[in-house]
């Protein structure tokens, strides 16, 4: 069950900081994976913030069972040594991933880490979300935490959705506290939880097409052994849009999860690509390559603010209907250029090579 209006907004412990009443839309084009036990990977973190616009010390899968605590510790680390990341501290917002609630370190890992780093940490990641319930755990559990440790602001709460009950249970998750800043998309353990014959982390597969009808000879006999084309299609589609219905309706962010085959930069594009067109605000990145992809394909071309642009001066107050390029725009047309706009100036805000391009566009 909900709570009451009159108390949503309600601090869930004594002392602990008053909820937003507003999600932030804080750039986050590429949520970057490290293994923060992992040392190769660790020592490399100092030197991404800036380069980044999400830095996630991932504790749970990939991460070795006999490792858990080395990783938690290493994040500790990593959250005080590190400049300018976090909270409010740069462009580069600093994340966490948490082992699942039902696991052996979930409730270590939240303890520790809020109590420790809690001031640096801007969101906390639950992986394998069911549905409110954990919500509800995880936000009266902060909340003690965020009074103990005496932090001045609400840490807030991203679900990954990677069970069909978590699918299923998508609208109650997203409303279930003001922390809720966004959803991924886990493929691999949903893909797992849905029994899908599938092996792979995210992306499509080839078996999954729909296939051109077979031509007809001269009677209308069909050509079965013809060549015929086929086209791919996209596993995760249903997945995305219902996620980010739900995302939109409730005033938080939708995200791509991983593309797991880190050499197919052209796929990973790809894949990305459909998520942005259909309104996700960022992907996962888990390897330094996949950076760069995200943060090109999250960004608005020059070619769409151009245009946008052009569109809302021509609107003027935002009604009625004009013909730009033989095309006619109206009040509809309008509201996507203000997204697509609002971005531009989001991003345009952290990036310096971004607003060199968007002002240059003017110029
Ligand atoms: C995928 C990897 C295991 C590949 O690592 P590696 O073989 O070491 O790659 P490279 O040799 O190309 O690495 C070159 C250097 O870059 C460093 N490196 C690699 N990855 C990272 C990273 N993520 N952050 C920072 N630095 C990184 C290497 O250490 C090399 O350094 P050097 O030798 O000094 O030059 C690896 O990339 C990796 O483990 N990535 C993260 C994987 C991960 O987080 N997986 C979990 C998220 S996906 C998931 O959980 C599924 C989801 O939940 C679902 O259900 O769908
Ligand atoms: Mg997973």
Redesign the pocket.
């Known amino acids: 069950m909900t709570r009451p209006a009159k108390d949503f907004f309600a601090p869930l412990a004594v002392g602990a900081p008053a909820p937003l009443r507003e999600i932030p839309a804080r750039p986050s084009r590429a949520i970057?994976?490290?293994?923060p036990g992992?040392e190769?990977?660790a020592a490399?973190i100092p030197d991404m913030v800036g380069t980044v616009d999400v830095l996630l010390g991932?504790l749970?899968?990939?991460v070795k069972a006999e490792n858990k605590e080395k990783s938690r510790q290493g994040l500790v680390e990593i959250g005080r040594a590190t400049a300018n990341l976090g909270s409010t501290a740069g462009p580069t917002q600093f994340w966490t991933r948490v082992n699942s609630l039902d696991s052996p370190w979930g409730l270590d890992d939240l303890v520790t880490l809020v109590t420790e780093i809690g001031d640096k940490l801007d969101v906390i990641m639950v992986?394998k979300v069911q549905g409110a319930e954990d919500i509800h755990y995880v936000d009266r559990l902060l909340a003690q935490l965020e009074a103990k440790a005496g932090l001045e602001r609400p840490i807030l709460v991203h679900a990954?959705l990677?069970t069909a009950r978590g699918v299923a249970n998508i609208e109650e998750i997203c409303a279930a506290s003001p922390r809720m800043q966004g959803l991924s998309l886990?493929?691999?353990?949903?893909a797992a939880d849905r029994r899908m014959k599938t092996t792979r982390?995210?992306g499509g597969h080839p078996g999954y097409l729909v296939r051109q009808d077979p031509t007809r000879d001269d009677l209308g006999v069909p050509q079965y052994d013809a060549e015929r084309t086929s086209y791919q299609q996209d596993l995760w589609h249903y997945t995305i849009a219902r996620m980010v219905d739900a995302c939109a309706m409730h005033g938080i962010y939708p995200y791509y999860?991983?593309f797991g085959d880190?050499k197919d930069t052209v796929a990973c594009e790809d894949q990305f690509r459909n998520a942005f067109l259909l309104g996700c605000v960022g992907a996962?990145s888990?390897?330094?390559v996949q950076i760069k992809i995200a943060h090109q394909v999250f960004s608005p071309s020059v070619e769409d603010v151009a245009h946008a642009r052009r569109v809302i001066a021509a609107m003027g107050d935002g009604t009625g209907a004009v013909m730009i390029d033989g095309k006619m725009e109206d009040d509809a047309s309008v509201k996507q250029c203000q997204v697509m706009v609002a971005l531009a100036d989001e991003l345009a805000a952290i990036d310096p090579d971004l607003k060199a391009l968007y002002d240059g566009i003017d110029a």
């Open positions: 970057h994976f490290f293994d992992n190769k990977m490399k991932n749970e899968d990939a992986p990954i990677e886990g493929p691999a353990d949903l982390v995210g999860g991983p880190i996962w888990l390897h330094p």
